[in-house]
């Protein structure tokens, strides 16, 4: 029997990214989002939603780049803090001791010591309502090379990507391998 | 030290979210997406991105509805089914023996033994490139009484959603607690 419990923004999983931008002064700002996805695979592109009131709108409406950073759940306790502290009042990554690297490619920083890279540029802002919506172009993909699997591409148990659920407020890991897509349905027919 | 690995829809974790529709003879379908993220928080919204090849593609833009039903892994095959076939040649509730359930709330079936259900009716259509990106705003979650936990909120650990790893095409289930959110950060600062 399935129960209603209104209308929420309650659906698992979400992820922990972390935006990267600089601001006015060059001062590079990190923030965690949990409402975003991929939407579209060419171009290649990806969707963050940010409130008007954070520090990191300003600086995409200004700068049209942005950068995710995805951490390992090694560095929960700084996604997190990244999501409660505010750049209009703190250096974030002072504060973390991590370290902002400029992408050679879009006008943003990235998080050195997290594993997965997303450089992006701005193609489209859709304003939905408390939340504004960016879409930003994926240009690279960057790794460290440690988490590098087959194929040369980011093996999934070595990057141990961190996983939020809204409302009940959790971080959870990556758990066990279930299957290969596009091919265990196929018995199915 | 970063490896460049190329424009790609890398990121890590993203949903495996089944899309309910109705065509215009009322045949129930359902497609999933990996392609997708919650946008806002009021209206309560999420978004996904579809391909105009879909047959689901067209049921949105002729219903101006979508549901969303989170399968437990335990339905990872019947996920990665409804990813492969299609609804303009198949019946894919018949096929996999699952059941359609109309929505009282919105003009789309859902999945009745998935555990998690959101009803969303179309409020933006973005084209963004290959794909469109459809906004439903949420205006009912449903959730299984057996996976739900404390304060009438669905437990994650009892849902049990998949995540997929683009690229890799990798199924994984959800691990382990790694801690509250908006509270581990708290002790950096």
Partial sequence: MKQSIGAKTLAFPTPVWIVGTYDKEEKPNVMTVAWGGICCSKPESINISLR??????????????FTISIPSEKH???????????????DKFAATGL???????????????????????LIHTIEVGLH????GEIVDV?????????????????????????EIRTYHGIGKYLGQAFSIGREIS
Same sequence: chains 1, 2.
Avoid at 52 to 65: D, F, H, L
Avoid at 78 to 88: H, L, N, R, V
Avoid at 99 to 121: G, M, W
Avoid at 142 to 157: F, N, T
């Fill in 52 to 65: 008007k009131a954070t520090y990191s709108y300003g600086n995409i409406v200004e700068r049209k780049a």
């Fill in 76 to 90: 929960v306790k700084e996604a997190d803090y990244f999501g409660i502290a505010t750049g209009k009042k703190v």
């Fill in 99 to 121: 370290t902002p690297v400029k992408s050679d490619l879009v006008d943003a920083p990235y998080v050195k010591e997290f594993p997965l890279i997303l450089e992006c540029k």
């Fill in 132 to 135: 504004t919506q960016f879409i």
């Fill in 142 to 166: 960057k790794a460290d090379e440690s988490v590098l699997g087959g194929k040369g591409l980011p093996d999934i148990e070595k990057v141990r990507p961190i996983l939020f659920g809204p």
